[in-house]
């Protein structure tokens, strides 16, 4: 039987590929250090697994109104009041099973067969790949590395054609850690309201910045790109709840109903029990949300410093999220290897640390790291790199 062609071209995600060997390599007893999860190590903090618990007991077990339960509406539209300035009603926010899903049903609301959406590179796996399945067309646009990733306005104007519906700006980024200063995002901005297009804000790392600088939503620097701007957030990066499954978006009241009429007819609702977890983390205290960022600030320092002493890598020190994005072409290719994809497979094989290729984020030249690991664990992981490469080095 043939399968529907939208899911033909479909790429599998670059992440969960090398998490699942490397989870295959550890079964096997080899001593793996992953690098490739996107996830926080540490675990949901106790206040919202009793949370979660407390609703269970009281039988808080049942389907919820599909765009997510009144309360967690409330907690997201003061936290939106509180963190940004901005005000939105409960009829202008969608509760989600992620903000994968959040992303996924916005484009299916949003596009027809044709339709463009501009995609800065190095992006998140699966924004190509959820706009195609919404028969739109990603166009991607190459972020130059020297402008530490991000696009330009100029860049972007030249991207723009009859048929561009939105852009996608993610800060800080997966997988760069960039971010976008409150300057850069104005002119882009000024190009968005100029030709009309929608900017999908993708913010779900916004708590994990780890400068003076503090996170700008696009949608608070005007009326009009408060307007044209879809905000994409959730718990999972923030509360160390990527299990959880909850997101959320916030934007036109219109686009947000027909979101949630969407999801009436997939998800039904997002889980009842995760919702209420959801609700006091944004409810509850943010002391162990800050221990964490703090944990995250220690270990960008330190492996991006052992990183730097690795023959041949080049990394700009990134200041959010909880990944740095090396390019290692040079050392892959002094190390003998004609691809990096070729070089990290073969440092998976050889030394058991599994990285991302950057070629599944649209960036061959490079790789992700993850430094959501002990520090113990970077250090000893950045030992066998260095390892490999002065071992292949040599040979070569």
Known sequence: MELAKRVQTLTPSSTLAITAKAKELKTEGHDV????????????????????????????????????????????????????????????????????????????????????????????????????????????????????????????????????????????????????????????????????ILVVSDEIYEKLIYSDDQHISMA??????????????????????????????????????AMTNMASHSTSNPTSISQYAALAAYRGSNEEVDKMRQAFHKRLDALHSWLLEIPGVSCEKPKGAFYLFPNVLETARNCGFETVDDWVTALLEEEKVALVPGSGFGSPENVRLSYATSIEQLEEAAKRIKRFVENHQSNS
């Open 33 to 196: 250090i992953g690098l490739g999860a996107g996830e926080p190590d540490f675990n949901t903090p106790d206040h919202i697994i009793t949370a979660a618990s407390n609703a269970m007991e009281e039988g808080l077990t049942k389907y919820t109104p599909s765009g997510g339960i009144l309360d967690l509406k409330d907690a997201i539209v003061s936290k939106m009041k509180e963190d940004h300035n901005l005000s939105y009603s409960t009829d202008e926010v969608i509760v989600t099973t992620g903000a994968k899903h959040a992303l996924f049903t916005l484009f299916q609301v949003l596009l027809n067969k044709g339709d463009e959406v501009i995609v800065p590179a190095p992006y998140w796996v699966s924004y190509p790949e959820q706009i195609k399945l919404a028969e739109g067309t990603p166009v991607i646009v190459k972020a130059k590395e020297e402008n530490q990733f991000k696009i330009t306005p100029a860049q972007l104007e030249e991207s723009i054609t009859k048929h561009t519906k939105a852009v996608i700006i993610n800060s800080p980024s997966n997988p760069t850690g960039m971010i976008y200063s409150e300057d850069e995002l104005r002119a882009i901005g000024e190009v968005c309201v100029k030709h009309d």
């Open 220 to 257: 608070q620097l005007s009326e009009a790109l408060f307007n044209q701007t879809i905000i994409i957030n959730g718990v999972s990066k923030s509360h160390s709840m990527t299990g959880w499954r909850i997101g959320y978006a916030l934007g036109r009241a219109e686009i947000i109903k």
